[in-house]
């Protein structure tokens, strides 16, 4: 069962790491540069907030690794008093 766990945490935290090195390669500049080129008239949209796939990946895996955690606890508090 430990080494399960282990293995979520580290694959939850390899998806954190991945994504951010997957924001990193990319030039945000360069791509509004191009988007503009190919479209000098946008029509006028409304912004919004909204989370990206990495942001999502990250936040999942931050979640999963913290109830992982919680749940390894839990485990062990019942093993020492039963």
């Given at each position: 069962?430990?080494?399960?766990?282990?293995l979520a945490s580290?694959?939850?935290?390899?998806?954190?790491?991945?994504?951010?090195?997957?924001?990193?390669?990319?030039?945000?500049?360069?791509?509004?540069?191009?988007?503009?080129?190919?479209?000098?008239?946008?029509?006028?949209?409304?912004?919004?907030?909204?989370?990206?796939?990495?942001?999502?990946?990250?936040?999942?895996?931050?979640?999963?690794?913290?109830?992982?955690?919680?749940?390894?606890?839990?485990?062990?508090?019942?093993?020492?008093?039963?």
């Amino acid at each position: 069962m430990k080494k399960y766990i282990v293995l979520a945490s580290a694959l939850a935290m390899s998806c954190a790491v991945g994504g951010a090195s997957a924001m990193a390669l990319l030039d945000w500049k360069e791509v509004e540069a191009r988007k503009a080129k190919a479209n000098p008239n946008p029509p006028a949209v409304v912004r919004a907030p909204e989370i990206d796939a990495a942001a999502g990946v990250q936040a999942i895996a931050l979640l999963s690794g913290v109830l992982l955690l919680v749940g390894e606890r839990k485990r062990r508090n019942r093993e020492a008093q039963g």
